[in-house]
């Protein structure tokens, strides 16, 4: 079982950039697909971004496309998520999920039911 803790949260002007990371432990993250997900106040939880096991391919939302991206390193355990240009829509509690079903072929899922694991969340808060 891996425990996932997210960083990088904070107040932000809109047009600017910030850094989210999600940090593994409990087992090596190679073995997972992660997803980033996102809630705002008064909305239900949506979809922002996923990687595969082996990094090979990435999904997006339209909102956050060309705005946004998602890495990982397997040498730190840690996925992250570079988002630029953030808008004051962008602001919400961002998650991190992840799953250990899927292999190297396989697309990442978009739905939260297709993550089994997940953080506690990161505000992030776009002024504008």
């Known amino acids: 079982q891996v425990q996932l803790v997210e960083s990088g949260g904070v107040l932000v002007q809109a047009g600017g950039s910030l850094r989210l990371s999600c940090a593994a432990s409990g087992r090596s993250f190679t073995y997972y697909t992660v997803g980033w997900f996102r809630q705002a106040p008064g909305k239900e939880r949506e979809f922002v971004t996923a990687?595969?096991?082996?990094?090979?391919?990435?999904r997006y939302t339209d909102s956050v496309r060309g705005r946004f991206t998602i890495s990982r390193d397997s040498a730190k355990n840690v996925v992250s998520l570079q988002m630029s240009s953030l808008k004051p829509e962008d602001t919400a509690v961002y998650y991190c999920?992840?799953?250990?079903?899927?292999?190297?072929?396989?697309?990442?899922?978009?739905?939260?039911?297709?993550?089994?694991?997940w953080g506690q969340g990161t505000q992030v808060t776009v002024s504008s």
């Open positions: 999920a992840a799953d250990s079903r899927y292999s190297d072929y396989d697309i990442p899922p978009t739905v939260s039911d297709g993550y089994q694991y």
């Open positions: 990687i595969n096991r082996n990094g090979g391919n990435r």
